[in-house]
């Protein structure tokens, strides 16, 4: 299930100018690889409003719900949030058969849930230009917001 996404293609790149393609180079590439705000939760019904709102305080590192905040964690992007010692989750990766009642379209009640954030600037060259944001290892289901704006889904 996907919504606002492009159709499935494979993972190649495109280049602006020949030059561009010769040396390897992507002028139109951003990274948005480092570290992102994370927030872990039990399970998605557990995610604060403030959170999916994206309601911002003064400081960077807290999101404002009801009269406190919540603490966000540095978390290096790309990785995965059960290997980092700061998160108490763990991993669900196996071979053989899944660690928890395989009985869709239910979901366990534990399920965890994580919210990242980042702020980048990007300063199109082209104002008709689209721009296109892409997630590598987003596992199970990821919303995403820019600017407060929900602008698509995807799950696997």
């Given at each position: 299930?996907?919504?606002n996404?492009?159709?499935?293609h494979?993972?190649?790149?495109?280049?602006?100018?020949?030059?561009?393609?010769?040396n390897?180079?992507?002028?139109?590439?951003?990274?948005?690889?480092g570290?992102?705000?994370?927030q872990?939760?039990?399970?998605?019904?557990?995610?604060?409003?403030?959170?999916?709102?994206?309601?911002?305080?003064t400081?960077?590192n807290?999101?404002?719900?009801?009269?406190?905040?919540i603490?966000?964690?540095a978390?290096?992007?790309?990785?995965?949030?059960?290997?980092?010692?700061?998160v108490?989750?763990?991993?669900?990766?196996?071979?053989?058969?899944?660690?928890?009642?395989?009985?869709p379209?239910?979901?366990?009640?534990?399920?965890?849930?994580?919210?990242y954030r980042?702020?980048?600037?990007?300063?199109?060259?082209?104002?008709?230009?689209?721009?296109?944001?892409?997630?590598?290892?987003?596992?199970?289901?990821c919303?995403?917001?820019c600017?407060?704006?929900?602008?698509?889904y995807?799950?696997?």
């Open positions: 299930m996907k919504l996404t492009l159709a499935p494979s993972p190649l790149h495109s280049y602006r100018h020949q030059t561009d393609a010769s390897g180079t992507q002028g139109s590439r951003v990274s948005l690889n570290d992102w705000q994370f872990l939760f039990s399970s998605p019904e557990s995610v604060p409003e403030s959170v999916l709102d994206m309601v911002f305080s400081k960077i807290a999101v404002v719900e009801g009269n406190g905040e603490s966000w964690l978390m290096p992007v790309p990785s995965n949030w059960q290997l980092h010692d700061q108490n989750d763990n991993p669900i990766y196996t071979n053989i058969k899944y660690p928890f009642p395989d009985t379209p239910f979901v366990p009640i534990d399920n965890p849930t994580g919210c980042h702020c980048f600037e990007w300063q199109p060259t082209d104002m008709n230009e689209s721009m296109r944001i892409v997630f590598e290892g987003g596992n199970s289901a919303h995403v917001w600017n407060g704006q929900w602008i698509g995807s799950q696997d």
